[in-house]
């Protein structure tokens, strides 16, 4: 195991750390937590981080702050300063589906914790968690097709999976916008909180996540992951591997001897 990943390493981000769980949260509030080059590489540090030492992550944004007057934000989406001037050659580097995708192919699950804006790419970063829990306050779309281009960081793709095809085409096609009470009723969060109390509840859910066997949950989510056509095969061979596993044995013997009490 690593030494922990250095919270002071970081310009776009705030990092904290705990035996079982990395905590980041998207910190550019002057600009509403606009995803730019900077936090994409820094995000690529935090998933080098992840895979060489497991963790669940937790996603967050800038919370509110009711003496300042100011509300919370996860992120406004892509850096539009820096989206204009990008072309074709950019594009076709996958810049922010590249960071999506190796976030939420990381080995223990990814839980984003979300108030106030997640649109455009924000938003796509959200759907490339495994998990999402919102607040009243959160507001959620890809309004990409009125600034002239698409969302092509996951959500043409992950939207129709979560919410369903027409759902996903009328925020994808019509850009509408999801309010927090609407993401809940069409699943697209599991959870809503109050603003106040949305770090405790994806804490929380992290606790849950945390009684679980670390190795049992990381092959569990890959091959939940796993093509159509690789199943039942891959269920069996991984069902394999936890079978030997040393875990396998203490819990089961702990449950049996729990109900013999």
């Given at each position: 195991?690593?030494e922990n990943l ?23 509030p ?51 300063a ?29 839980i ?16 490339a ?32 999976e ?8 009328e ?30 509840a ?21 091959v939940f ?34 109900k013999?009490?």
């Amino acid at each position: 195991m690593a030494e922990n990943l250095p919270a002071d390493g970081f310009s776009t981000l705030q990092v904290s750390e705990s035996d079982d769980r990395l905590l980041v949260a998207l910190n550019r509030p002057e600009v509403r937590n606009a995803i730019d080059q900077l936090m994409v590489d820094e995000l690529h540090t935090v998933c080098s981080y992840l895979e060489a030492n497991p963790k669940i992550l937790i996603l967050c944004g800038t919370p509110a702050d009711p003496d300042a007057g100011t509300k919370g934000i996860f992120a406004s989406g892509a850096d539009i300063a820096q989206l204009r001037e990008r072309r074709r050659d950019d594009a076709l580097a996958g810049i922010n589906s590249g960071i999506f995708d190796r976030l939420a192919k990381l080995p223990m699950p990814v839980i984003a914790a979300l108030d106030g804006f997640a649109l455009g790419g924000g938003a796509e970063l959200a759907y490339a968690a495994d998990f999402r829990i919102g607040t009243p306050d959160l507001r959620m779309g890809n309004p990409e097709t009125g600034l002239g281009i698409m969302a092509a960081a996951g959500a043409t793709w992950r939207l129709k999976e979560l919410v369903g095809e027409p759902l996903a085409k009328e925020i994808l096609l019509a850009g509408k916008v999801l309010k927090g009470e609407e993401c809940l009723r069409v699943g697209l969060i599991t959870e809503l909180v109050e603003g106040a109390d949305l770090l405790s509840a994806a804490s929380a859910l992290a606790d849950r996540i945390g009684t679980q066997d670390p190795l049992a949950v990381r092959i569990t989510k890959s091959v939940f992951h796993a093509p159509r056509e690789a199943h039942p095969v891959i269920d069996t061979l991984a069902q394999g591997m936890l079978f030997e596993s040393q875990a396998k044995f203490d819990r089961m013997a702990a449950f049996l001897d729990r109900k013999k009490k």
